[in-house]
């Protein structure tokens, strides 16, 4: 800036001088400030060529503001070089890191038309990333549940974590888990994971405890068939203790007997996804049956029932599933409640879903158990659940069952004050008792 000052003040003396010497003080005045800016314009060409053009030009070595702005320039050129370097550096990094990922990952634009591709997406599902690019991911592959998923923008997070398993659309031997996840401002991540294998050694674990079950069922019949005859034979008076254990021998292959009968259940359930046998069921005399039951199970720890049940709501459903799932809720209640308990069961309508509660005051469950309540063979208290012959299955039963039909399960606890198990129906599922005899007439 300084030397700018100086050299408009010397062409200021320079243009008084001159006009006092001709008689043309303002003429030349203004001559001489015309040719300044002239320069400075033609300085600043200069200057606008060289930050276009780069290194094919010189950059203007004129002392002044135009070689500060110069010097700042070169600098954030180099820095923007610098930054440019790096920023490719690492989405080099990250074509590597994703060409290396076992997943078919591709990026979808705001119109779910593909961006970018790994080369996994070729393999699993016929995406050519080159052949492919800007073209519709539901125009290449039209299968019903993938084109769902993303015309619903069902995005898969840690709350909900929804994923889809299809069949590879060009090679039937691969089963693949597909997610939708959010990415960048507008843009979506599709992720097919090979989960053949996985469905392989499940198949194989469900084949070998069916296979299992059994061929356990028939020696133990023969078993508790033997101990009901000696029952029945024995002289109670004559050897008690005797009588004793064959009670206790008879107690445990039944106890036996039922797990094989949790486990079989287990097995057929996950077997399929598919919901057959669909009835329209009235869940009132449904959960009047399981209580009855419930009141007997409960015996003399006379556990006080309080019953609210919405008499005009039905559902859709498997009735032996849904009977199933009611009753291990309810009679889990009922074992894991101190007498003189009090256990709440409700059936009731809200933002047109169907709720169904199951309330105790039992000694309730450790936080860390909760999530792992539905797990196979998981108990969150091992001794009393043994004492009451409980196999720790029947929760797994219960969520495979709302999951046939679209359900959730939430559970809340708190030790010492009780536990409470929530299920939600879908308002597809439910049915007001009008449309229920409407399909029963139908």
């Avoid at 020696?219 to 029952?231: A, D, M, N, Q």
């Avoid at 004559?238 to 039922?258: C, F, H, T």
């Amino acid at each position: 800036m300084r030397k700018d000052l100086t050299r408009l003040g010397i062409v200021l003396v320079c243009s008084l001088i001159i006009g006092a010497v001709t008689g043309y003080v303002f003429f030349c005045l203004f001559i001489g400030i015309l040719l300044l800016y002239f320069w400075h314009i033609k300085s600043l060409n200069n200057l606008l060529l060289w930050m276009k053009q780069g290194k094919r030009v010189e950059s203007p070595n004129i002392s002044g503001l135009i070689e500060d702005i110069t010097i700042q320039f070169f600098n954030l050129r180099n820095r923007h070089k610098k930054r440019k370097k790096k920023l490719t550096n690492y989405l080099k990094r990250f074509k590597q890191t994703t060409q290396a990922l076992p997943d078919a990952i591709l990026i979808l634009g705001e119109n779910n038309e593909i961006k970018w591709a790994n080369e996994k997406a070729k393999e699993y599902l016929g995406i050519n990333y080159q052949e492919d690019i800007d073209q519709r991911v539901i125009n290449l592959l039209r299968i019903p549940a993938l084109v769902d998923l993303i015309k619903n923008n069902q995005i898969y997070d840690k709350e909900s974590e929804y994923s889809i398993e299809i069949v590879s659309p060009i090679n039937r031997e691969l089963q693949l888990e597909v997610r939708l996840i959010n990415f960048g401002f507008s843009e979506k991540l599709l992720m097919a994971r090979n989960i053949s294998s996985i469905n392989k050694i499940n198949k194989m674990r469900t084949d070998f405890i069916s296979n299992a079950s059994h061929e356990l069922r028939t020696p133990l019949t023969v078993i508790l068939g033997y101990l009901e005859s000696f029952e029945d034979e024995i002289d109670i008076k004559k050897y008690p203790d005797a009588n004793k254990r064959i009670l206790m021998m008879k107690s445990q292959a039944e106890r036996m007997n039922r797990l094989i009968e949790d486990l079989l259940n287990l097995a057929s359930l996950e077997t399929t996804d598919e919901l057959r046998n669909i009835e329209t069921i009235n869940v009132s005399e449904m959960l009047s049956s399981i209580v009855d039951a419930a009141v007997s199970v409960s015996g003399n720890s006379k556990h006080e029932f309080i019953v609210d049940v919405d008499q005009p709501l039905w559902l859709h459903g498997n009735k032996n599933q849904l009977y199933s799932a009611f009753s291990n809720i309810i009679l889990n209640a009922v074992n894991h409640t101190a007498p003189p308990g009090v256990i709440t069961v409700r059936w009731y309508l809200k933002d047109n879903c169907g709720f169904l509660e199951v309330e105790d005051t039992g000694e309730g469950i450790y936080p860390e158990y909760i999530p792992r309540l539905t797990e196979r063979f998981f108990r969150a208290d091992k001794s009393r659940s043994s004492a009451k012959g409980g196999s720790g299955l029947g929760l797994a039963i219960v969520k495979h069952i709302l999951s046939n039909h679209s359900s959730t399960l939430e559970i809340e606890s708190n030790l010492g004050k009780g536990s409470l198990f929530r299920i939600k129906f879908s308002d597809e599922m439910v049915l007001k008792e009008a449309e229920a005899h409407q399909g029963i007439i139908n």
